[in-house]
């Protein structure tokens, strides 16, 4: 798969979107919540640097939990059996998920309150 055309490696990009829409229940509480963050962004109207700051910091958080399921799902064919290696691999990958969502979700409250005390 590598060196090929942009076409064809964006086109492998779109897929695993879709398999993880499709896969990961996660993955679509991710991208749901970048959807409704954007619609609050709208309707709090918070300066545009904390904006973007929020947006980027939800695009990652989806993009490691797109990474997260990629490991679950590679480390599931390769190694079916309980183990702990791989047990450690997906907890910590998980973990990386975590440290993401508690960082949005105190960054979030911030903008909400920030935009109660000085709306």
Same mark, same amino acid.
């Given at each position: 798969?590598?060196?090929?055309p942009?076409?064809?490696r964006t086109l492998f ?6 398999d993880?829409?499709?896969?990961e229940?996660?993955?679509r509480s ?9 619609? *609050? =962004? /709208?309707?709090?109207?918070?300066? $545009?640097?904390? %904006? +973007?700051? @929020?947006?980027?910091g939800?695009?990652?958080a ?7 399921g990629?490991?679950e799902?590679l ?5 079916p ?9 997906k ?5 990386? *998920? =975590? /440290?993401?969502?508690?960082?949005? $979700?105190?960054? %979030? +409250?911030? @903008? ?8």
């Amino acid at each position: 798969m590598k060196n090929r055309p942009l076409h064809q490696r964006t086109l492998f990009g779109i897929a695993g979107l879709c398999d993880g829409w499709r896969r990961e229940k996660a993955f679509r509480s991710q991208a749901i919540a970048l959807g409704l963050a954007i619609i *609050v =962004l /709208i309707i709090l109207q918070p300066p $545009a640097w904390a %904006a +973007a700051l @929020l947006i980027a910091g939800l695009v990652v958080a989806l993009a490691m939990e797109t990474m997260n399921g990629a490991v679950e799902a590679l480390a599931d064919r390769l190694h079916p059996d309980r183990h702990e290696a791989i047990r450690i691999a997906k907890d910590m990958s998980s973990a990386a *998920v =975590l /440290i993401l969502n508690i960082a949005n $979700a105190v960054l %979030a +409250a911030w @903008l909400v309150l920030e935009n109660i005390t000085l709306g």
